[in-house]
């Protein structure tokens, strides 16, 4: 049976997301790779399964505004593809570049975009701090500090570039982060939406620099 996960429901309508009964479809089809292969390669945690749909699949949606660009979306750290899978799922027509320095975890991500049909996505093995090109959107779960990676979407960025990275599950961050590029806002989804408070970084590119 295939799972429609309330989650999914509500992030993507708080997102303004609409998703095809075919993009869900992908999307469970890279949950099962996620709780059989991911984990079994340990790409991701072995207390994860039971949750992958609210903790990783619809907390990937949160970070949707990246993509309405068009792209291209950079993901930092992506690991096994979160959360750049499933936003090029649901984004088909949006370019994104998932970055990750572990051989491995790209080789996994690579094995992923190939079994689900994933054909808008580059799984690149690279170091961040060596990625040269800029783009329009920017994602990030928390594979860095705020201030990493803050200076990082100003160096990435395009004016007029998003960037959303994840912040905190266990509530509202204080932040304090100045930037002479960068809008810099934090923003909360409250547990109605997903598992816990999703606290996330949001950026805006508003000059050259």
């Not at 990783?56 to 593809?81: M, N, Q, Y």
């Not at 491995?104 to 054909?119: E, F, N, Q």
């Not at 329009?136 to 570039?161: D, F, I, M, N, W």
Request: net charge negative; aromatic share 4%; with cysteine.
């Amino acid at each position: 049976m295939k799972h429609r996960s309330p989650a999914v429901g509500v992030i993507a309508a708080w997102a303004g997301l609409t998703i095809t009964d075919e993009q869900h479809d992908r999307l469970d089809r890279y949950a099962g790779w996620l709780r059989t292969e991911a984990v079994g390669a340990g790409g991701i945690g072995p207390g994860e399964p039971s949750r992958i749909w609210d903790r990783h699949i619809a907390d990937s949606l949160a970070f949707s505004e990246v993509a309405r660009a068009g792209g291209p979306v950079i993901d930092l750290g992506t690991g096994v593809g979160l959360p750049a899978v499933p936003l090029a799922i649901t984004h088909p027509d949006c370019y994104f570049v998932a970055v990750d320095r572990s051989e491995r975890r790209i080789d996994l991500l690579r094995r992923a975009t190939s079994v689900i049909g994933v054909d808008n996505l580059e799984a690149r093995l690279a170091d961040i701090d060596r990625v040269e090109e800029t783009f329009l959107g920017l994602t990030s779960r928390a594979v860095a500090g705020p201030a990493e990676t803050v200076r990082r979407a100003e160096r990435l960025l395009r004016r007029g570039g998003v960037a959303i990275m994840g912040v905190s599950r266990s509530g509202l961050v204080p932040l304090d982060i100045e930037s002479d590029v960068l809008t810099i806002e934090v923003l909360a989804l409250p547990s109605d939406i997903l598992e816990g408070t999703l606290t996330l970084l949001r950026m805006v590119k508003h000059v050259d620099g």
